[in-house]
């Protein structure tokens, strides 16, 4: 077989080419290095592949990890079949295994109720006006989250505009869409509540766009995604049990699917971009007793 790890620094510049970003092409490139040098020794291109999938079923024990190594090989072996390098190959050899569906954290009932009573106690023993006003904060950002499901990527780029009291909604910013979610009347209030005292505890917030402020923050400057992590990490640390933007998202499609039962109209609300994948997210719940 001709000297694949020849092609790979070629393979790099075509992705370069493509837009690929830094991360993909980098990852691609070690994948099909490390795929030219498990091959070199071989004369036939499936014999190659068939050594290929045993060394790196046998190396590795992630089945994502191998599914991208063999995606990343199989674009490879495209790029050196439009260059002329190799001709057909048996395809099935790096087909993708089987996942293995691992259950979910999701957090108990009774933790839940516990998470969403934790900073509305710390605003009641607050000692000082500013911890107060950030117990305050945090408690409107968990009922958020609780409430409606969003990602703490989310959640940072609120802005008051997107809020309308009128319809009680609110509108969702991911980083390429937006989508439109109902508010609760509870969560409306609270969110007001938040807000006049954000403006009178800091008088020129009045002037930032921004919901979510931090008391470190460059004036009128939102949170970070850094921040909404540290406020659930305290949680966890206090409450001993792990509460994450994450489990409590979960907590909050789960309940919706228990309620509706319906992956068509909900995949959507919850942000994500194929109902394929809320659909595995709910095969993974754990199973209520």
């Known amino acids: 077989m001709l000297d694949i790890l020849y092609y790979v620094k070629a393979f790099e510049s075509y992705l370069k080419s493509l837009n690929k970003s830094f991360h993909t092409t980098k990852q691609y490139t070690l994948d099909a290095k490390q795929f030219a040098e498990i091959i070199q020794n071989t004369n036939q291109i499936n014999e190659a592949l068939q050594l290929y999938a045993k060394t790196i079923q046998e190396k590795y024990q992630s089945v994502n990890s191998i599914n991208r190594k063999f995606a990343s090989v199989r674009h490879f072996l495209t790029f050196l079949q439009l260059r002329g390098v190799i001709g057909a190959y048996n395809e099935a050899l790096l087909q993708p295994r089987a996942k293995q569906l691992t259950e979910l954290a999701v957090l108990e009932h009774r933790q839940f109720k516990r998470a969403l009573a934790y900073w509305p106690t710390q605003y009641e023993i607050a000692q000082n006006e500013e911890h107060e006003w950030l117990a305050l904060r945090n408690t409107a950002i968990v009922y958020t989250m609780a409430e409606l499901g969003m990602k703490p990527a989310e959640l940072v780029r609120m802005e008051w505009r997107h809020i309308d009291e009128r319809t009680n909604e609110i509108i969702v910013k991911a980083s390429k869409s937006f989508r439109s979610l109902h508010v609760s009347p509870t969560l409306m209030e609270l969110l007001n509540n938040y807000k006049q005292q954000t403006i009178s ?24 995604v850094k921040t909404i992590e540290r406020i659930f990490k305290s949680m966890s640390e206090q409450l001993q049990f792990k509460v994450t933007a994450t489990n409590i998202r979960y907590y909050a499609i789960q309940k919706q699917l228990e309620d509706q ?12 971009a194929r109902k394929g994948v809320l659909t595995e997210r709910e095969q993974r719940f754990p199973k209520k007793q």
Do not use: C, H, I
């Open 261 to 272: 039962n319906d992956t068509e109209a909900l995949y959507e609300q919850f942000g994500y």
């Open 201 to 224: 505890f800091m008088p020129l917030s009045e002037n930032s766009r921004f919901v979510w402020l931090g008391v470190g923050n460059k004036m009128g400057e939102p949170v970070t």
